[in-house]
């Protein structure tokens, strides 16, 4: 963001520059000045401009690579939330699982009980 910011402060600096530059342009060319002096403030003008549209196009070369990064790194944090969630609701369905087969053999086991508690009653009592 900072790198995004400072490059349109750069693009507003040169937009002021470039639009000094056409006023003495425009006022030289209206005052009939020389060619040659035109030749110079047009070599000053490329020389101040051609390096900052370099740095500005390496300077936007590297806000979008670092957008891609920002992308992928979001594609493989989701891909790696959904695996755990994954994961974690089978571990929910596996201990619900136990839970119920241990639920049906503690009735089983009570029932046995019951049932071998009763016999013996039977048995005593006759």
């Known amino acids: 963001m900072f790198t995004f910011t400072f490059t349109l402060s750069s693009l507003h600096e040169n937009i002021q520059f470039y639009e000094k530059f056409y006023n003495q342009v425009s006022f030289l060319v209206t005052n009939s000045v020389s060619f040659i002096v035109l030749c110079r403030f047009h070599v000053c003008f490329v020389a101040v401009f051609c390096p900052q549209i370099d740095v500005n196009k390496k300077r936007e070369a590297e806000l979008q690579k670092l957008r891609r990064e920002l992308e992928e790194a979001k594609v493989q ?50």
């Open 77 to 126: 944090s989701e891909a790696q939330v959904a695996a755990m969630r994954k994961k974690q609701q089978d571990s929910v369905n596996e201990l619900t699982e136990q839970i119920d087969q241990i639920s049906k053999a503690k009735q089983k086991s009570a029932s046995v009980v019951s049932l071998s508690f009763t016999y013996y009653l039977s048995s005593v009592l006759t």
